[in-house]
Nanobody
Framework: QVQLVESGGGLVQAGDSLRLSCVAS????????MGWFRQAPGKEREFVAS????????YYADSVKGRFTISRDNAKNTVYLQMISLKPEDTAVYYC?????????????????WGQGTQVTVSS
């Protein structure tokens, strides 16, 4: 089992920045690819970004490319999502997820563990 706890969400204005953190506990963090997803009210959960177990590979949704950066610190069992130039359409609950694979993973079904989510609200 892997437990994931997200933090760092909040209410910001358009153009502001936020950094989300996700701390993992349980199994060896470095054995898992990690991802961030988000879900807005009335919409399906969507992929945001993924990072390989080593951190050498990353992948982003087109909607956040150039504005969001995923990174990880395996010594701290933590994955981050740095978000800049936030837009109102980025408003959602953001979820951290862990996949039992070394490679970046896009599909939600490829993930084995999920956090409870952290709310990000961007006002215009």
């Amino acid at each position: 089992q892997v437990q994931l706890v997200e933090s760092g969400g909040g209410l910001v204005q358009a153009g502001d920045s936020l950094r989300l953190s996700c701390v993992a506990s349980g199994r060896t963090f470095s054995n898992y690819a990690m991802g961030w997803f988000r879900q807005a009210p009335g919409k399906e959960r969507e992929f945001v970004a993924s990072i390989s177990w080593s951190g050498s590979s990353t992948y982003y949704a087109d909607s956040v490319k150039g504005r969001f950066t995923i990174s990880r610190d395996n010594a701290k069992n933590t994955v981050y999502l740095q978000m800049i130039s936030l837009k109102p359409e980025d408003t959602a609950v953001y979820y951290c997820a862990a996949a039992k694979t070394s490679a970046v993973t896009v599909a939600p079904r490829g993930y084995d563990y999920w956090g409870q989510g952290t709310q990000v609200t961007v006002s215009s």
